[in-house]
Nanobody
Framework: QVQFVESGGGPVQPGGSLRLSCAAS????????IGWFRQAPGKEHEAVSC????????LYADSVKGRFTISRDNAKNTVYLQMNSLKPEDTANYYC????????????????????WGQGTQVTVSS
């Protein structure tokens, strides 16, 4: 059974940093892309970043470019999202999911191509 579990969220002040983790079980290797998404109350799901199964450069939403970094640790089957210089508008529930239809990221990600969504981890940026 494939499962993704996100962690690392919490309250943080503007300008602060958090590192989110997405631990995968039941799925190994690099034959798929991994995406981070977020959803704030009353707003649409938003794609944040994508890491390809190839050694391509990751892709990011314009709103997080230069502040967020996605990385994969294949030995641990874990994907990370390092978030720096956080802003109140980054407040959302953050999810990860796997794209088993593509190994290479496309932007914007096609949500329907992603599977095995985790429960998410809440990030709250507030002073």
């Amino acid at each position: 059974q494939v499962q993704f579990v996100e962690s690392g969220g919490g309250p943080v002040q503007p300008g602060g940093s958090l590192r989110l983790s997405c631990a995968a079980s039941g799925l190994t290797g690099r034959d798929y892309a991994i995406g981070w998404f977020r959803q704030a109350p009353g707003k649409e799901h938003e794609a944040v970043s994508c890491s390809s199964g190839f050694d391509d450069s990751p892709l990011y939403a314009d709103s997080v470019k230069g502040r967020f970094t996605i990385s994969r640790d294949n030995a641990k089957n874990t994907v990370y999202l390092q978030m720096n210089s956080l802003k109140p508008e980054d407040t959302a529930n953050y999810y990860c999911a796997a794209n088993l239809m593509r190994r290479r990221c496309v932007w914007p990600p096609l949500k329907y191509e992603y599977s095995y969504w985790g429960q998410g981890t809440q990030v709250t940026v507030s002073s």
